[in-house]
């Protein structure tokens, strides 16, 4: 997985001179250890996740599971449920909603320019920057005053607000790459900028969406700040539940690192089966096209 | 300024969403809004208790539980300010009583209860000590339904015995010398304290064993003067007992530190009586796994907190909600509640046979009953407000970064200066 | 900052004021060409400009304010807020935290990463495998990580040792146990760990693009002049991947200067991992006062824009020298 571009080079590379077979078993060897040390809290989590409660203790902390056991998982899932169908009601649409504004936005600014596009794509650059902190008594005092804190829309509207600017960016960036002849040829045979963008931008942009939806899906989804602060008990989402599951010491740790687990699941199989678009999106946010 | 923003954001949402019906401003009678933070354990079940009677009582009145918040409880506040800013407020809410009440009280969101305590012979079915507390400017403004203790003592009689303390310590000086034997004698902690919050509950105890009920609520008179050698002392003696704590303290809850007592990993913890609800639901015994009294220095004082319900100015169904509120400040709303809750009725009148399941409970309700001292605990909101509290917190988590009991009493007294 | 840069946002609406008639008349054909393509963004436009810098505009006039409750109105006292923060003794402190919080996570995670992209960089068998390992915890929340962090660092000493201590208690490392983030001071430098875990993988990835945008030439010219494979990277390697760095260290720093979620999940609200984001949180959920919260989030907002915006304008004419 994960072939991204860069990595055709890589065939003419490795025949370079200077890689030893010993210096290659030096670098294994790095290499291995460093990945022991990367793998030593998911070691835990899963450890310590399958443990039935009375042996999740500290004695045996690092040794595996006498006797494996769902009876964690089962607590930690009674607990999450209703966060994590909050986090999917919340992060899909604000998910689409930033990657289709980003697309618009990313074709103007990429092909159809407008008198002081740049000052508004430097703006928009900068939204990506911001702490939520910046915004968060006023966004929180007008979502109370209009009535909205019940319900899941301030925690949308936030989320897809703060995704316009990367959607933006990565679409920008992408549309940059469509030669300048295809669009002028849509524009002699007449068509319009919707027309345009319907018919040439949008069939090839497909790659872009997705690299789009996962970069928003997974900030959003991982997203706590903006959670605490514009929901309450019915919509917390699995950010907040899983801090109040963690965050009092009363609840076994079997629960709480399943509990961890479980909210993590949905990123991290996106990251692991869509990992060359999850790439992008992290490259797009360095600003790198 | 504030306000015009506002209004220009909040119509530019409206636009957005091409809909903004809210504000019902209803009042019929036909339903009545009370709005909690009690949304789990004991406190939701004693809620529910509490609802149930009152739908039995007022038929064809609907209860709105508008539960917002458990855990931290922190958005709870800020809906509640925004519906009593924009003068749509449940028709009673709950707070602690005190002074966590007074910036609503300032601001004129409440009205004053005081005909309702006359009404409902309030004043005479709560200890005076307990009205006085909680009136403000000469008006009472919330209905306590129950008393929580702040100052108890709990202890692992199997650790004491090992270490050869056979006496409950009774002075700090007792509770001192007890913890340096737990030390020498035992491998368990000698007091088991939890995260910053539970050493600021920590000091508001050895306060109050150290200087007496009087010096200590007078503490929290603004402006009191904290530069005292009273002050001193008793800062020392919170030092002595703080270097018997466990080193990894910081990463850890009062549930946690309540257990390790109850499994003999500690001897002491000084915490808040919901401790006894959490012993319960972990099984341990009471009189073997763990025993109480009252924190060194405060036997005969009663350091309370209490939950209670207020009406609001403009609340929609007001009738209804002095109903609800007859109901919580009634003798038998309060054994419905406070069994099940784990605290004892606010009035001092109600029947003790409702108690009898639980040691420590009938134990706390014959106290409580018995016409102790009272005084407000500051940690739980009922002697200052949340900004001195704060700031006794900030200076209790600097000391515990570096120990130096003079810049705590000189933060704390700029603290009450500041007020 | 900032109600005027909406404004300026906002400002591209209106057309450029013509001069002459014949000028008139070319905008508006001109106008029909673009203002479609504005159109089109406008949604953004307003969004960004309401939510994201009209409240910055509200929440520094509130920063500017003396409203101290939420059920009161405030008045303009100007700076006075942000003089009054640096007088407690809270404030420095936390400031303090993040700026160690931040030292050792960025110089960490930018090192890290370098290594791990310097490793792999040479096609190796399993490369892929790897990469995909050293990523990963980059698609989790902090939240979560937090869980198995808080536990991995655990105070207790060796008697009680639960977490790390433990494993180096087992393996008879002792002198290593140690306080982790609750040690004063310095325990900053623990709470970067996990972040550093977290986030290192993905400077692995922008230093490993950047090793690879270095054209093969380039390197070959450089090894057929006799310099070694270290050479290589010294001289014609590193060199190119300061535009890299760059972007790492924004985006680490930048990360860094607000970090939240970690620390709640860690440490919740105490002292001794106090940060100027968790200060803020209290500020406003426990003493509820907007003025200061405001503040603290205006002074957050000023340590980020300090070096974002100059590395947005050069980012910016760099691309724009490079002639799109």
């Keep these: 997985m994960n072939r991204s571009a860069p990595e055709r080079v890589t065939a003419t590379v490795s025949r370079a001179p200077g890689t030893t077979p010993l210096g290659q078993a030096a670098k294994f060897t790095v290499l291995f250890v460093l990945a022991a040390l990367f793998l030593l809290p998911m070691y835990v989590l899963l450890v310590t996740a399958f443990k039935p409660f009375d042996e999740a203790t500290a004695a045996r902390a690092w040794l595996l599971p006498q006797s494996w056991s769902l009876q964690g998982w089962a607590a930690a899932w009674d607990a999450l449920a209703p966060g994590l169908w909050n986090s999917v009601q919340m992060v899909v649409p604000s998910a689409i909603l930033s990657a289709v504004l980003g697309s618009m936005n990313g074709f103007v600014l990429a092909r159809w320019r407008f008198p002081g596009a740049d000052t508004v794509f430097t703006l928009f650059l900068f939204g990506m920057f911001i702490p939520y902190q910046a915004v968060m008594i006023p966004l929180q005092q007008t979502m109370v005053e209009a009535g909205l804190m019940g319900g899941l829309f301030p925690l949308i509207l936030a989320h897809t607000v703060y995704g316009i600017p990367i959607c933006t960016l990565i679409f920008r960036n992408y549309y940059a790459t469509i030669p300048h002849t295809l669009i002028e040829a849509a524009r002699v045979d007449g068509a319009g900028l919707l027309r345009t963008y319907r018919s040439v931008i949008l069939p090839v942009s497909a790659p872009v969406f997705a690299v789009t939806l996962i970069w928003q899906f997974t900030s959003a989804w991982n997203d706590f700040l903006f959670a605490v602060f514009l929901t309450g008990p019915n919509t917390w989402p699995v950010t907040v539940q899983l801090n109040n599951v963690a965050g009092s010491m009363v609840v076994p740790y079997n629960q709480q690192m399943a509990a961890a687990v479980l909210a993590s699941l949905p990123t991290l199989v996106i990251y692991l089966v869509l990992g060359r678009y999850f790439m992008r999106g992290l490259m797009a946010g360095a600003l790198k096209g | 300024m504030r306000a015009r923003c506002t209004q220009l954001s909040a119509a530019v949402l409206a636009a957005a969403l091409l809909a903004s019906g809210c504000g019902d401003d209803g009042g019929d009678g036909t339903e009545v809004e009370v709005f909690s933070w009690w949304t789990g354990g004991g406190e939701e079940a004693g809620l529910d208790a509490l609802i149930e009677r009152f739908e039995q009582d007022h038929p064809g009145v609907g209860f709105v539980n508008a539960a917002v918040a458990g855990g931290s409880g922190t958005n709870a506040q800020a809906v509640l300010e925004g519906r009593l800013q924009s003068q749509d407020p449940p028709d009673s809410f709950q707070g602690h009583a005190g002074a966590e009440l007074q910036d609503y009280i300032e601001a004129g969101y409440l009205q004053p209860l005081d005909d309702f305590f006359d009404e409902q012979g309030l004043q005479e079915a709560m200890p005076d000590q307990l009205t006085e507390q909680i009136t403000y400017e000469g008006s009472v403004y919330s209905v306590p339904v129950n008393v929580h203790r702040s100052n108890v003592l709990w202890s692992n009689p199997g650790v004491l015995e090992e270490a050869g303390v056979e006496e409950t310590p009774e002075t700090l000086d007792e509770l001192i010398g007890a913890l340096e034997a737990v030390e020498e004698e035992t491998d368990a902690v000698p007091m088991a304290v939890g995260a910053q919050w539970t050493v600021d509950h920590l000091l508001e105890s050895v306060l109050l064993g150290s200087l007496g009920t009087d010096a200590y609520k007078e503490l929290w008179e603004p402006g009191a003067d904290w530069d005292t050698p009273e002050v001193t002392e008793a800062l020392e003696s919170f030092g002595q007992i703080m270097e018997h704590t466990q080193e990894e303290s910081a990463a850890e809850d009062w549930q946690e530190a309540s257990r390790r007592v109850s499994e003999g990993e500690a001897a002491f913890n000084i915490m808040g009586d919901w401790a006894a609800g959490y012993f319960d639901e972990i099984g341990a015994t009471a009189g073997e796994d763990y025993d109480w009294a009252p924190s060194p220095g405060t036997d005969g004082t009663y350091m309370w907190l209490s939950d209670s319900f207020t009406l609001p100015e403009g609340a929609p169904n007001e009738d209804v909600a002095r109903s609800w509120l007859e109901l919580v400040s009634s003798a038998e709303g309060q054994d419905l509640f406070n069994p099940v809750k784990g605290s004892v009725p606010a009035r001092d009148d109600t029947d003790p046979a409702a108690y009898e399941d639980s040691a420590y409970l009938s134990d706390a309700l014959s106290e409580w009953q018995d016409d102790p001292e009272l005084a407000g605990s500051f940690w739980h909101g009922v002697t200052v407000g949340n900004r001195w509290k704060n700031d006794v917190d900030t200076a209790v988590g600097l000391y515990l970064g570096d120990g130096d009991l003079g810049t705590l009493q000189a933060s704390l007294h700029e603290a009450a200066q500041a007020e | ?324």
Aim: hydrophobic content about 55%.
């Design chain 3, 1 to 324: 900052m900032s109600p005027h840069v909406a404004q300026a946002g906002a400002g591209t609406e209106g057309r450029p004021r013509p001069r002459t008639p014949g000028r008139l008349h070319r905008m508006r054909v001109r106008a029909r060409t673009w203002l479609p393509g504005l159109l089109m963004v406008l949604p953004s436009i307003l969004l960004i400009g309401v939510f994201v810098y009209g409240m910055i505009g509200w929440n520094t006039s509130l920063a500017l304010s003396d409203q101290h409750a939420p059920v009161q109105d405030g008045s303009f006292v100007g700076l006075t807020n942000f003089a009054e923060l640096w007088q407690e003794s809270r404030w420095p402190a936390a400031v303090g935290n993040a700026v160690v919080f931040t030292a050792v996570f960025v110089g960490g995670a930018l090192f890290l990463g370098w290594f791990l992209g310097l490793m792999l960089d040479k096609g190796l068998r399993g490369e892929a495998a790897f990469r995909t390992l050293f990523l990963a915890p980059m698609a989790v929340s902090f939240i979560a990580t937090g869980v198995v962090w808080r536990w991995l660092m655990n105070p207790a000493p060796a008697e009680r040792a639960t977490g790390l201590n433990a494993l180096f208690v087992q393996f008879d490392l002792d002198f290593l146990v140690n306080d982790w983030w609750t040690a004063p001071n310095m325990g900053m430098a623990a709470m970067a760990l996990p972040a550093i875990w977290q986030l290192s993988g993905y400077i692995m990835a922008l230093f490993l693009a950047g090793f690879r945008g270095v054209p093969e030439e380039l390197r070959e010219a450089a090894r057929v002049d006799g310099c070694s494979e270290w050479g290589v990277y010294r001289h014609v390697v590193m060199p190119q991947l300061r535009p890299v760095t760059l972007s790492a260290v924004i985006i680490l720093g930048h990360m860094s200067l607000k970090v939240f979620d970690l620390i709640i999940a860690i440490a919740g609200q105490q002292i001794v991992a106090d940060v100027p984001a968790v200060y803020m949180w209290t500020t406003v959920f426990e003493v509820r006062d907007p003025a200061k919260g405001a503040t603290i989030a205006s002074y957050l907002l000023i340590a980020v824009a300090v070096f974002v915006i100059p590395y947005l304008v050069w980012t910016i004419r760099k691309e724009r020298s490079e002639g799109r």
